[in-house]
């Protein structure tokens, strides 16, 4: 079965950091690029970060440059997502895919997604 599991959000209070782990089963991660989303209550769900297998290749969106880094371990076929001096604007659901691009439009698969809340 494939499936993508994101895990590691939470309550966090403004200027904290968070890291959110994407964890594949059924296929291979390092196949795809690898993209991390969000979306805010009443807002369309964004892109804000992406990579390619290697690592070497990576994206983000204006929001979150500086703040958040992209990573994977491919022995572990898992991805993450580290936040820090998170904003209560960063305040969302944030989902993980397996992507054919980046920044990715066309995804593979989509995690079930994972809160995070920033707020003092």
């Known amino acids: 079965q494939l499936q993508l599991v994101e895990s590691g959000g939470g309550l966090v209070q403004p200027g904290g950091s968070l890291r959110l782990s994407c964890a594949a089963s059924g296929f291979t991660l390092d196949r795809f690029y690898i993209g991390w989303f969000r979306q805010a209550p009443g807002k369309a769900r964004e892109g804000i970060s992406c990579m390619d297998s290697s690592g070497r290749n990576t994206n983000y969106a204006d929001s979150v440059k500086g703040r958040f880094t992209i990573s994977s371990d491919n022995a572990k076929n898992t991805a993450y997502l580290q936040m820090n001096s998170l904003e209560p604007e960063d305040t969302a659901v944030y989902y993980c895919?397996?992507?054919?691009?980046?920044?990715?439009?066309?995804?593979?698969?989509w995690g079930q997604g994972t809160q995070v809340t920033v707020s003092s």
């Open positions: 895919a397996a992507a054919w691009d980046c920044p990715s439009a066309n995804i593979h698969w």
